[in-house]
């Protein structure tokens, strides 16, 4: 039998890495607004979330390859269940790549020997040894590339992320399926 809802772990794990990644972007948005004994505290919560959501995508990406999601209804036309699909993956590459370039931008600090990075005050994260060790004026050029990197990728995932709702949105209110119903509790 073909589902016609993702399973409930999935629907936890998409909406997880949702809410955290709204998270990320509203504390990167506001880094420059707190003050500045307010600032590293900020940062440090950005770094976790990103590690979190990085841990959550390998679980979401596995759980899809052992568990078939629904397919998409077939009254959506050929171009919309494309479009569907090229959007799901750019989102599923998004998942991975914000936060491997957050965590490449973080190992190539200059400071990063003398300020080590923990999981929500938890434990130590490792940053990336083979960035770390490189010779300062190369880290600094890569944390300025790697910086813009995540940058121009957290552009992509709003344009994405906008299509993605608007889609859902589409299908819901304007052809009236029950789009959402799929990808709830």
Do not use: C
Request: net charge positive.
């Amino acid at each position: 039998m073909i589902p016609l809802r993702y399973t409930r772990v999935a629907v936890i794990l998409h909406w997880l890495v949702a809410v955290l990644m709204t998270a990320n972007v509203v504390l990167a948005l506001s880094a420059d607004h707190v003050p500045d004994d307010s600032v590293r505290s900020v940062i440090d919560a950005h770094k976790s979330i990103g590690v979190s959501v990085l841990g959550l995508a390998l679980l979401r990406i596995l759980w899809r390859l052992t568990h078939r999601p629904p397919p998409s209804p077939a009254v959506h036309p050929r171009r919309e269940r494309i479009a569907a699909h090229l959007v799901h993956g750019g989102l599923y590459l998004l998942i991975l790549l914000l936060p491997l370039s957050g965590w490449l931008h973080d190992s190539a600090w200059k400071d990063a020997a003398t300020h080590p990075m923990h999981w929500f005050g938890l434990f130590e994260w490792p940053r990336i040894g083979a960035i770390t060790s490189l010779p300062p004026g190369t880290r600094e050029a890569l944390h300025t590339k790697f910086g813009e990197l995540h940058t121009a990728l957290s552009y992509l995932l709003y344009a994405l992320l906008a299509l993605h709702v608007a889609g859902a949105l589409k299908h819901q209110w304007l052809d009236r399926e029950p789009t959402l119903q799929r990808m709830s509790l």
